[in-house]
Antibody, heavy 121, light 111 residues
Framework: QLQVQESGPGLVKPSETLTLTCTVS??????????WGWIRQPPGKGLEWIGS???????YHNPSLKSRVTLSVDTSKKQFSLQVRSLTAADTAVYFC?????????????WGQGTLVTVSS | QSALTQPPSASGSPGQSVTISCTGT?????????VSWYQQFPGKAPKLLIY???KRPSGVPDRFSGSKSGNTASLTISGLQAEDEAQYYC???????????FGGGTKLTVL
């Protein structure tokens, strides 16, 4: 049974960089055609796709966040990661990692439980 | 890339049918049959209900169905049950490297 689990800080300061890691268990991170992605949800608001990565390293980004976001994958550790730079309060959200069944339209069966990240001094 | 447009709320009585719309543009919903629908309960991760406009993942009741006309996709829930009270989101492929854009969400209330 595939599981994905987010880890990282719950509180970060404005202007700093957030790094979140998602650990995959129960299946290979190399399984295709799956993509591994990040989706966030500000408190009380809707979902926003941040970006997705294929195990081979190909990345896709939400254009509105692309300049501040780095995605990476470490197949040896069965992990993929998200970095968001120059944080502001608007980046406060629950961050979900997930496995997309395939990339187009982001059909996503497997989600992490989500981790709340608060940007505050 | 703008978010897809969903009504903020919808409601229906048990046993009735309710339809939630998701309006995009000719660059996303209207161009591609890659529309997904999700159900989300408070504090939980979303659950995939529909993918590729009309397909249901294994385990999703056939009370949930999807359709599309032009730039608008729709989710219909028939035989409404109290347990269907939740937030519903649509998403669509938007072309090129924009793998997905979400709707703003619809809060469904079962009266």
């Amino acid at each position: 049974q595939l599981q994905v689990q987010e880890s990282g800080p719950g509180l970060v300061k404005p202007s700093e960089t957030l790094t979140l890691t998602c650990t995959v268990s129960g299946d290979s991170i190399r399984s295709g055609p799956y993509y591994w992605g990040w989706i966030r949800q500000p408190p009380g608001k809707g979902l926003e796709w941040i970006g997705s990565v294929y195990y081979g390293g190909t990345t896709y980004h939400n254009p509105s966040l692309k300049s501040r976001v780095t995605l990476s994958v470490d197949t040896s550790k069965k992990q993929f990661s998200l970095q968001v730079r120059s944080l502001t309060a608007a980046d406060t959200a629950v961050y979900f990692c997930a496995r997309h069944d395939y990339p187009y339209g982001l059909p996503t069966t497997h989600w992490g439980q989500g981790t709340l990240v608060t940007v505050s001094s | 890339q703008s978010a897809l447009t969903q009504p903020p709320s919808a409601s229906g009585s048990p046993g009735q049918s309710v339809t939630i719309s998701c309006t995009g543009t000719s660059s996303d919903v209207g161009r591609y049959n890659f529309v997904s629908w999700y159900q989300q309960f408070p504090g939980k991760a979303p659950k995939l209900l529909i993918y590729e406009v009309t397909k249901r993942p294994s385990g999703v009741p056939d009370r949930f169905s999807g359709s599309k006309s032009g730039n608008t996709a729709s989710l219909t829930i028939s035989g409404l049950q109290a347990e269907d009270e939740a937030q519903y989101y649509c998403s669509s492929y938007a072309g090129g490297s924009i793998l997905g854009v979400f709707g703003g969400g619809t809060k469904l209330t079962v009266l």
